[in-house]
């Protein structure tokens, strides 16, 4: 079992730059891929980035490309979402999610566990 507790959302003027954090529970944190997800009003929950258990391996969406950056520290069990150049349409609810790590490569499929998410509202 693995609880999730995002922070660091708000509100932003576009251009500006926010980082989201994710605390994970649990001593297996190292052996999970995470994701950083998000949904708009009106919209699919999307994948925004990924990354597997050791770090090494992330995904990113072609929209956050070169503007986002995943990481994570498996020693304080958080996973961290560092948003740049932040535009209107990255106005979205962030959720961060975990799934075992069977492959050690990010994980672009379903999702074991989910924080409840945190609102980044970007205004122009």
């Known amino acids: 079992q693995v609880q999730l507790v995002e922070s660091g959302g708000g509100l932003v003027q576009a251009g500006d730059s926010l980082r989201l954090s994710c605390a994970a529970s649990?001593?297996?944190?190292?052996?999970?891929?995470m994701g950083w997800f998000r949904q708009a009003p009106g919209k699919e929950r999307d994948v925004v980035a990924a990354?597997?258990?050791?770090?090494?391996?992330?995904y990113y969406a072609d929209s956050v490309k070169g503007r986002f950056t995943i990481s994570r520290d498996n020693a304080k069990n958080t996973v961290t979402l560092q948003m740049n150049s932040l535009k209107p349409e990255d106005t979205a609810v962030y959720y961060c999610?975990?799934?075992?790590?069977?492959?050690?490569?990010?994980?672009?499929?379903?999702?074991?566990?989910w924080g409840q998410g945190t609102q980044v509202t970007v205004s122009s």
């Open positions: 649990g001593r297996t944190f190292s052996s999970y891929a």
């Open positions: 990354i597997n258990m050791s770090g090494r391996s992330t």
């Open positions: 999610a975990a799934h075992p790590d069977y492959y050690n490569d990010y994980w672009l499929g379903e999702y074991t566990y």
